[in-house]
T-cell receptor, first 115, second 113 residues
């Protein structure tokens, strides 16, 4: 079964600093990978997704993620954190075309941005 | 605008009661999902449905039931058999194959009183 590991349940950065949220997946075949953001008491919003086109994926709000097959990773980055980035971030994985119809989510990383 | 509507936003349940959480979408999506979210545990799949009149159990289906009589609607009933129902419940839907990702509703927070 596929799984996702997000390293660090809490990450704290200063405003203007680099944001790096880590995600590793377990899959023998390159999967579909997603990053979602959740603000308090709200649903999840899609930030970006990898579907085997480009390994560097750009998303909304200045976020991007790089798919590295050799490291089975899909880390999320943003060059300069903004106060509005404070939220919880979830990495998710699913099978390739014709594979699993379900997304499996990591446990989430809560990002705090300090002024 | 198209989207997913979950209602109510807050729900309180007494011990031994069944409650039903509503999820309606006007996106014409075929697949719909229910997830449960607890602090520090991420999202856990309760039930999902890929077509009308068909649904499958997820990882934590015990104590829950669903129906899918219409494409637009996928209600979740939390039964009295669910011993720890206090959580945030999220409904999602998907267009086409899984690479498109999910669209989520805004959630229902259920509390046992």
């Amino acid at each position: 079964a596929q799984s996702v590991t997000q390293l660090g349940s809490h990450v704290s950065v200063s405003e203007g600093a680099l944001v790096l949220l880590r995600c590793n997946y377990s899959s023998s075949v390159p999967p579909y990978l997603f990053w979602y953001v959740q603000y308090p008491n709200q649903g999840l919003q899609l930030l970006l997704k990898y579907t085997s086109a480009a390994t560097l994926v750009k998303g909304i709000n200045g976020f991007e993620a790089e798919f590295k097959k050799s490291e089975t990773s899909f880390h999320l980055t943003k060059p300069s954190a903004h106060m509005s980035d404070a939220a919880e971030y979830f990495c998710a994985v699913s099978g390739p075309q014709g594979g699993s119809e379900k997304l499996v989510f990591g446990k989430g990383t809560k990002l705090t941005v300090n002024p | 605008d198209g989207g997913i509507t979950q209602s109510p936003k807050y729900l309180f349940r007494k011990e031994g009661q069944n409650v039903t959480l509503s999820c309606e979408q006007n996106l014409n999506h075929d697949a719909m999902y229910w997830y449960r979210q607890d602090p520090g545990q991420g999202l856990r799949l309760i039930y999902y449905s890929q077509i009308v009149n068909d649904f499958q159990k997820g990882d934590i289906a015990e104590g829950y039931s669903v129906s899918r009589e219409k494409k637009e609607s996928f209600p979740l009933t939390v039964t009295s058999a669910q011993k720890n129902p206090t959580a945030f419940y999220l409904c999602a839907s998907r267009m086409g194959e899984v690479g498109y990702g999910y669209t989520f509703g805004s959630g229902t927070r259920l509390t046992v009183v």
